[in-house]
């Protein structure tokens, strides 16, 4: 069977990690037939717009997308194309696998965490204005029905991936109404799904013990602001930007993308690192019921890893991008016999 797929490269690093992807998934045996379109700063003198129409219609045709990350101008210039794309698309659950891989220097060597973010509300929905000069005013938004599908969200993902726990982070001590929204929603939706743990951890007790002992979490849901920031932390605690793979998911479309940004100081050198996006294409895969080829490609990278050879620079290694890539393919080729 043939899977119709959005591309959009992206900026910086993105064109060379996507055609990684490309590269893999093909080799892996799965067919997909890829529509490629460009979205970003590049494309506004063409179209006025960093998000066409053409690219939001795309995905809605194909509903599965796969991303490139694309640049966002700081402080001012157009609003970030991946917060519009989330919105546009209702992306309501942002989903951050975080596993330690083997031959990565990182903390620890026992994580296996998932962060399920809410992707459309709170203050990172940048709902904010001047009040005078001198001030600014940045409104958060939970609502109940964001705040019971995200953490429904979680739950039917631990129920379908036989995880233990749900622990939904938040902090409701001080907001007390928009938190405690979040919270009083976590607790009721636990009640429906008896055989998965549930607790509470208030968000910045969660940084500490999760750079202590994060072995000790599973699923951890919150809303978008503290997901931003939590999924980052989980990202170092596996080893880096550089492997930490991503979705957004709604309830009709889903967009695939690598959590790190378009790295403008290794574009063009052919230095990326290619396995957050790889490692997003085996959440594609997954999505589309291709366990086998998601597997292939997840053994293919885990011996990779474990040989320690074809490593890009920021895993300490010598390689080029282009080197990683032919090296996971040629262990796609050559599955080990003990994967
Ligand atoms: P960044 O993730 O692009 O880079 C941070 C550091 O990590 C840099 O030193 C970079 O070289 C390194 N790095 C990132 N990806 C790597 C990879 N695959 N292999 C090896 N090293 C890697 O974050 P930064 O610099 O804050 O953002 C650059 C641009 O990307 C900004 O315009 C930002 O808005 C955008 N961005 C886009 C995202 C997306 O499209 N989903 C996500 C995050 C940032």
């Known amino acids: ?103 990565i220097a990182a903390r620890y060597s026992n994580i296996d965490l998932v962060v399920v973010r809410e992707n459309t509300e709170d203050l990172y929905a940048g709902v904010e204005h001047m009040v005078g000069r001198d001030a600014a005013e940045s409104i958060k938004i939970i609502t109940r029905e964001a705040s019971k599908r995200i953490v429904k969200f979680a739950f039917d993902y631990a129920v379908k991936n036989n995880r233990k726990k749900v622990t939904a982070v938040h902090k409701a001590n001080i907001m007390k109404l928009s938190d405690g929204l979040f919270l009083e929603c976590a607790r009721e939706v636990a009640e429906e799904y008896q055989n998965i743990e549930f607790e509470d951890v208030i968000v910045d007790a969660m940084c500490m013990k999760l750079v202590q002992d994060p072995g000790n979490y599973d699923v951890l849901v919150m809303p978008n602001l503290y997901g931003d920031i939590i999924s980052d932390l989980c990202a170092g605690l596996i080893g880096g930007l550089g492997v930490a793979p991503g979705a957004n998911i709604g309830s009709e479309v889903a967009i695939f993308e690598p959590v790190h940004g378009s790295a403008p100081d290794l574009a063009g050198k052919n230095k990326a690192n290619p396995l957050a996006a790889v490692l997003s294409a085996v959440l594609m895969l997954k999505y589309l019921e291709e366990f086998q080829a998601a597997e292939l490609i997840y053994n293919a990278v885990i011996e990779v890893l474990k040989e320690g050879i074809h490593l890009t620079n920021d895993l300490g290694g010598m390689s080029s991008t282009i080197e990683m890539t032919e090296a996971i393919i040629e262990k796609i080729n050559q599955p080990s016999p003990l994967t």
């Open 1 to 103: 069977m043939t899977h119709n797929v959005t591309l959009i490269p992206g900026d910086g690093i993105g064109p060379e990690i996507t055609r990684a992807v490309r590269k893999i998934i093909e080799a892996s045996g799965v067919n997909i037939c890829w529509e490629v379109v460009e979205a970003g700063a590049a494309v506004i003198p063409e179209y006025g717009t960093p998000l066409p129409d053409h690219v939001i219609n795309s995905i809605k045709k194909n509903k599965v997308a796969f991303k490139g990350p694309l640049t966002t101008p700081v402080g001012k210039g157009f609003r970030s194309v991946n917060v519009a794309l989330r919105k546009e698309l209702d992306l309501y659950a942002n989903l951050r696998p975080a596993k330690s891989l083997p031959g």
